[in-house]
């Protein structure tokens, strides 16, 4: 059959359908459908080819970074705490102090620590407690904050401020610092160590602080030694300060590492417990101008504060 000049049919040939004939007509265009529905058909594909290619480029990344952050370290390797006794001689006061902190992890970048101490200053009852919460990438560094409150017999103080550590091979860099109120006189205090590490179990320290103009400073050292080694854990500890208005300390003692496997003193203090406070604020207590001075207005930023006995 024909079609008008100028176009184009498709004759499609009869159906007998029951015995009777049936005739079929042209179908003008049937071509071009045809060609339309693979056109379409050719879309979807290369749609469905695009999607599957967006699909896989997103897996293989989410491998690739769930690969890479395993491989991170977390802020805390495990449950964790350390337990350690401070003796000696705080501004002409015999001192006897024991300290102690427990660290959890947050997750895997954050954790948590709480400190409590407890002893006495010349007959005279000293105590307090506090806590951590820190982010911490263990081959680079911490920042976090840090609440304390420390009691020199009857007189309280309480202190908030920020901490933060850099790792840099065998070499830490650490500030704390912040606000103090309570009884003790209403002031801020800073305190920066760099602890050097000329071996995994010897930690050699240095530092100064400075607390309601009072300034001081102070050297220590933190050993693992190998005949220690019989008792997991076990690390000697001393610290020497000095400041202002003749201020000076001479602390020791012995401290107990548990939990987060057997490791080196480098590793306890980089991805386990951070430093406490709590030593820092009786020795500010103790100091020319604290309460043991007859003045609750005041404290000397003894060495300790600013990671010594009562530090790492």
């Not at 919460?133 to 009691?151: E, I, Q, S, Y």
Request: glycine letters at 20%; hydrophobic letters at 40%; aromatic letters at 8%.
């Amino acid at each position: 059959m024909s079609a008008g000049k100028g176009a184009t049919a498709i004759a499609t040939p009869p159906v007998v359908l029951q015995g009777k004939l049936i005739v079929s007509l042209p179908l003008p265009g049937r071509t071009k459908m045809k060609q339309g529905g693979l056109s379409v058909s050719r879309s979807c594909r290369r749609m469905q080819l695009r999607a599957s290619a967006c699909a896989v480029a997103l897996a293989l990344g989410f491998a690739s970074w769930h690969a890479a952050r395993a491989e991170d370290k977390p802020a805390v390797s495990d449950f964790n705490g350390k337990l350690d006794y401070t003796g000696g001689n705080l501004d002409g006061y015999s001192a006897n102090v024991v300290n102690g902190s427990v660290t959890a992890p947050l997750g895997h970048s954050f954790g948590a620590q709480f400190d409590a101490s407890g002893g006495n200053v010349s007959g005279t009852l000293v105590k307090g407690y506090g806590g951590h919460l820190f982010w911490r990438d263990p081959d680079m560094g911490m920042v976090g904050v840090v609440g304390a409150r420390t009691g020199f017999g009857t007189y309280w103080g309480n202190r908030l401020g920020v901490e933060g550590e850099a790792y840099l091979g065998p070499v830490t860099l650490a500030v704390v610092g912040g606000w103090q109120n309570g009884e003790l006189k209403h002031t801020g205090w800073a305190n920066a160590d760099v602890r050097y590490y000329p071996l995994d179990n010897l930690m050699l320290e240095a530092g100064a602080g400075v607390y309601n103009v009072q300034h001081t400073g102070h050297v220590g050292f933190e050993w693992r030694p190998a005949f220690l080694d019989a008792v997991p854990g076990l690390a000697l500890f001393g610290d020497a300060g000095f400041g202002e208005r003749n201020y000076e300390h001479a602390l020791a003692g012995v401290r107990i590492y548990f939990g987060g496997g057997d490791k080196s003193l480098v590793r306890r203090h980089r991805e386990d417990d951070p430093l406490s406070l709590l030593m820092g604020g009786i020795t500010q207590s103790v100091g020319p101008s604290g309460a043991a001075s007859g003045d609750a207005a005041g404290g000397a930023a003894g060495g300790a504060g600013g990671g010594g006995p009562g530090g790492e």
